[in-house]
């Protein structure tokens, strides 16, 4: 099967896809396994972690086979894209519009997510050829906003990033967004105890939310 569909699928499936943004490299790599212990399917590693592209590599290797979407996070130029895409990299997200990254990701068939905060930027995005696009900052937004920006481009593969939470989750997904970008409620769920089960529970948490918020748009 089309390897790209594949892994657009994994990020369908869950609705999800994690935001690993953390200051120490081992508390990255075992927050990311706890999260697909609890069955995140597609996460990001941001190029703001220390040796970000080694815990790719390494996710990468371990999972890819799986089924899992391993990415890069904060990719802004092409010459981090490719850099990304060798260290095993399937998926390259920014926070921004960057052409340039996303016809990196095109060109060796990587699932693309690029940032984007008004109408403009969202069309701009979509013509660029970015797989989905990153409402960001969503938190400043709210899922009224999608509704305002979808009823003029309802072909737009809108994922929020940032306030978006198992309590809020059925507003955005009812409000047309394809999937959610996640971050703190599952990869700090186990800061300052050491106990990585609490990330694995905290996936599991936000999933069903998700599910059940999709079964109630049935």
Not at 96 to 109: D, E, F
Not at 173 to 201: M, N, P, R
């Amino acid at each position: 099967m089309w390897k790209k569909f594949e892994n657009l699928k994994a990020i369908a499936d869950t609705g999800i896809l994690l935001i690993i943004r953390l200051d120490d490299e081992q508390e990255a790599l075992a927050v990311a396994e706890a999260a697909i212990a609890g069955g995140i399917r597609a996460l990001e590693v941001t190029l703001s972690v220390p040796n970000a592209l080694g815990i790719i590599s390494t996710l990468s290797k371990k999972y890819k086979k799986q089924g899992i979407l391993i990415g890069a996070g904060t990719v802004l130029d092409a010459e981090t894209a490719r850099a990304a895409i060798i260290a095993g990299a399937e998926l390259l997200v920014s926070p921004h519009v960057t052409a340039s990254m996303i016809q990196v990701a095109n060109r060796y068939q990587a699932v693309s997510v690029c940032g984007a905060y008004t109408p403009t930027e969202v069309v701009v995005a979509m013509e660029a050829g970015a797989d989905i696009v990153k409402l960001f900052p969503a938190d400043m937004l709210g899922p009224q906003y999608v509704k305002t920006i979808r009823a003029p481009l309802p072909q737009a593969p809108l994922a929020p990033t940032g306030g978006v939470t198992p309590e809020n989750v059925g507003e955005w997904l009812a409000a047309g967004c394809v999937s959610v970008g996640v971050g703190s409620f599952i990869s700090k769920a186990a800061q300052g105890t050491g106990d990585y089960s609490k990330v694995t529970e905290a996936a599991k948490i936000f999933l069903a939310a998700v599910a059940e918020a999709r079964q109630v748009q049935k």
